[in-house]
């Protein structure tokens, strides 16, 4: 079938057997979900989306990753492809000022071990969540192992997975598993009187967490997180490339490969332990990871089935709301609503679209067809940039933040190309059902930093989507090719909202320690040249 929406009522006796095969107990504080609307009590539906998307710019250089200080101030750190890091301090709504942001002066800067180059690059930070205390972050990357000898890792291609990668053609290519996927470990520790003060970080590896060799080039995922509950580091991992997913990596249960992964960072195994459970680094299994209930699923394993998981983030008002974009290859750019053990489809089907009939009868599972959670939202590629004739989804974060009260409660997400932002709305609340909406987007009348807009529109010229950034105070940033934007106050680009209030909301406590210069230093010819390639590295990283 190539229905969008697999029904619990055909396929299970009761919601409570789904969920504790898929989720876990449906109870009112753990939901999981099958990607058909289920009517829950005492919801309501939410209010007719706002008008459109106001937005203010506050600096104009290219960053991929945004993640809020952990401890809860009005800063944030900013990280480009090439391996730096940045801490920067964010101005009040209303403020009319920039991003605190001295490109002179990185937090950390790693490019000494990060891979940049047409394919890679340094893909996701993370900091613990008692980074204030503990001083303890760490980036995702890539290298190279004929450059590094501390880059070697297990090949993603073996024999547990019925990989041979002597069967590659390499001809005039790179050797399988050249090239690494990896998750380090550093430390601001030593460099202030506490890490929360710290401006500045040791660029020395306090622990490899993770290495694995990529099979090839593409769809490397490469997004780290911490569980806001559980407090466990989760990796997003794409299908390690190839068309049509050549090897079955996202639907074979051993391989690690087009999965979000599940790790404890906070319990160290011995050498013996990474050895004995055939580990790809030093890091332990969560206890309740699903292999506890399905030994035949890798241990690191917490759902499956997806080609490029770019970007996905926690609901901070609904911490059992977990979302992800992943990616498509031709036909699908999809939304999941991520459980424990799920299975999002690829590479059988590309969001709704049965893409690889044979690959049902080749996993030799009946029940495979049967299982699958499909897209709560989407679009297919010939919805948009017919021009182009492309597309690559972007995932954000469902807007908590009080600027805007008429966007609350929805979930943003763009595609690559920014001419298209869409807010998903679910009603009833709790239901797993969304409707979307594709939004207007403009610039701030008093943007600190003129936007620019679109030869022949007046629509803000944001270059590519890379990704979306949340604050501490839940509000929602676009992190795009022509620099960071923050979502303001609708009133600002003349849109209606009845709930907005004049008086703008308390932000998070002051930073204990700002930097003292309060304007980004222009970009030398060399940062320009970076930039520019960072813009093909990503395209051709979410477009292969």
């Not at 890490?195 to 490397?220: C, Q, W, Y």
């Not at 897209?375 to 690559?392: D, L, M, Q, R, W």
């Not at 008429?406 to 997400?413: A, P």
Request: glycine share 10%; hydrophobic share 30%; with cysteine.
């Amino acid at each position: 079938s190539t229905s969008n929406s697999s029904s619990l009522t055909d396929l299970w006796q009761s919601e409570d057997t789904f969920c504790n095969v898929f989720g876990s107990s449906s109870d009112s504080d753990s939901l999981c979900f099958s990607g058909e609307p289920v009517k829950l009590k005492n919801s309501s539906d939410t209010d007719v989306p706002p008008k459109g998307l106001c937005l203010e710019k506050l600096g104009t250089d290219g960053y991929i990753n945004m993640a809020p200080h952990p401890d809860g101030s009005n800063r944030a750190f900013f990280s480009n492809l090439p391996g730096k890091i940045w801490l920067a301090t964010i101005p009040e709504q209303d403020s009319g000022e920039k991003l605190d942001l001295d490109e002179s002066e990185p937090f950390v800067d790693l490019t000494d071990e990060v891979l940049f180059d047409t394919m890679f690059g340094m893909l996701g930070i993370a900091f613990h969540p008692d980074f204030a205390k503990n001083g303890r972050f760490f980036a995702s990357y890539n290298c190279d192992r004929l450059k590094s000898p501390a880059c070697s890792g297990r090949c993603a291609c073996n024999s547990d997975v019925n990989c041979d990668p002597s069967t590659f053609n390499i001809t005039g290519q790179h050797p399988p598993c050249q090239y690494q996927s990896v998750i380090a470990e550093f430390s601001a520790n030593g460099t202030a009187s506490n890490p929360s003060l710290a401006k500045t970080a040791k660029p020395a590896e306090v622990r490899r967490i993770f290495t694995m060799g990529l099979p090839f080039t593409n769809d490397h995922g490469g997004q780290i997180l911490f569980g806001p509950e559980d407090g466990y580091l989760y990796l997003m991992m794409g299908d390690g490339g190839g068309r049509n997913d050549p090897y079955n990596f996202a639907q074979n249960k051993r391989s690690i490969l087009g999965k979000i992964l599940r790790l404890d960072i906070d319990n160290i195994p011995s050498e013996k332990e990474i050895n004995d459970l055939g580990l790809w680094g030093s890091y332990s299994i969560p206890r309740d990871n699903p292999y506890s209930e399905d030994k035949e699923l890798a241990q690191e394993l917490w759902a499956m089935g997806f080609k490029n998981p770019w970007r996905c983030s926690f609901d901070a008002a609904r911490p059992s709301y977990f979302i992800c974009a992943d990616v498509g290859q031709d036909q699908y750019e999809e939304v999941d609503l991520v459980t424990k053990g799920g299975n999002y489809g690829w590479g059988t089907y590309e969001g709704p679209i049965l893409s690889s009939p044979g690959k049902l009868s080749a996993t030799n599972d009946s029940s495979l067809n049967q299982s699958l959670i499909f897209p709560v939202a989407g679009y297919t590629h010939a919805e948009i940039n017919n021009k182009i004739g492309s597309a690559a989804i972007s995932g954000g974060f469902f807007y908590r933040a009080g600027t805007d009260p008429c966007m609350s409660g929805r979930y943003l997400y763009g595609d690559l190309y920014a001419s298209n932002i869409w807010a998903a709305t679910e009603s009833p609340e709790n239901s797993g059902n969304f409707t979307t909406t594709a939004m207007p987007f403009s610039c701030a009348h008093d943007s600190p930093i003129d936007c620019g807009a679109v030869p022949g529109t007046t629509m803000p010229a944001l270059g590519y989507i890379y990704s979306f950034g949340q604050d501490n105070r839940q509000d929602i940033y676009i992190l795009a090719s022509s620099g960071v934007y923050r979502v303001v106050r609708p009133s600002r680009c003349n849109y209606s909202c009845s709930k907005e209030s004049v008086k703008p909301a308390a932000g998070p406590t002051p930073s204990p320690s700002s930097p003292s210069s309060g304007a980004q230093s222009v970009k030398p010819l060399r940062e320009r040249l970076i930039l520019l390639l960072s813009f093909f590295l990503l395209e051709r990283l979410l477009n292969w």
